[in-house]
């Protein structure tokens, strides 16, 4: 009797193993067959404008046909992009290709990088008016030059130590993109908003470069205008007389 109950045991984990294969095998044909793939959904809602963080991310697998090719599925292109400054990205979505963005590339970063009293000032320029290789995040110096209506030449510097903050090509886009042409068309300038009317009537009235220095410029005091200058005289006394 003993051994009937002993067989029987064994036999029920025999049984117990069959059925925990036959479901292992049966799990591992479906995983074969959905063909599954790690992706990434976003933990809550990451509202607009916010720079992803890891906290933001859950892994997750999914059969590879629920993925659309423009899914991101790789977490280093996710964390630390921005979120579109309109939008938000609910709990539990995938994250797009269009969601997310480089602060850079934000429709609004020009501003956002602009301090108290400052304006974006968009310069049409090229090499030859760049005054040396510039980039964003330098320092700068404006020079004008001028014709009056007599025909005199006035010259000399607008504003000094001013920030720029993109150089952009002939499409749009920043320097440093995979697509850009690399040949300067555009400089966005951090200046200072009461200086836009002689920034503007200078470019109307003649040539404005920028060029580079090798001083060391006083980061606490940016676009300053040179008053001491003969075109900054000239230009305060036109407008004056407007």
């Known amino acids: 009797m003993k051994m009937i109950v002993l067989k029987s045991a064994a036999a029920v984990t025999v049984s117990i193993l069959i059925a925990i294969l036959l479901l292992f095998g049966v799990s591992l044909k479906a995983s074969q067959l959905l063909d599954l793939q790690t992706t990434y ?31 991101v599925n790789d977490k280093t292109q996710i964390i630390g992009k921005y979120t579109d400054i309109q939008g938000k990205i609910p709990a539990g979505s995938v994250f797009y290709k269009s969601m997310l963005y480089d602060e850079k590339s934000l429709p609004d970063y020009p501003s956002a990088q602009l301090k108290e009293g400052q304006s974006a000032y968009t310069l049409e320029t090229d090499l030859a008016r760049m005054g040396g290789l510039i980039v964003p995040g330098q320092r700068v110096d404006i ?9 005199t030449a006035v010259t000399g510097i607008l504003e000094e130590n001013v920030r720029v903050i993109s150089v952009k090509d002939h499409k749009g886009l920043d320097l440093d993109d995979p697509e850009s042409t690399g040949i300067p068309y555009l400089a966005v300038l951090a200046v200072r908003s009461a200086d836009l009317v002689y920034l503007s009537s200078a470019e109307e009235s003649g040539t404005i470069r920028l060029f580079s220095s090798s001083r060391t410029y006083d980061v606490s005091a940016e676009a300053q205008i040179a008053a001491d200058s003969p075109v900054v005289a000239y230009l305060m006394k036109k407008e004056s007389a407007v």
């Not at 990451?46 to 423009?70: F, N, W």
């Not at 020079?143 to 025909?151: E, K, L, V």
């Open 143 to 151: 020079y004008a030059s001028i014709t009056d209506r007599d025909g």
């Open 41 to 71: 959904i976003a933990s809550k809602d990451i509202l607009p404008r916010t720079k992803i963080s890891e906290s933001d991310l859950i892994e997750i697998s999914v059969p590879a046909g629920y993925l659309l090719d423009y899914s």
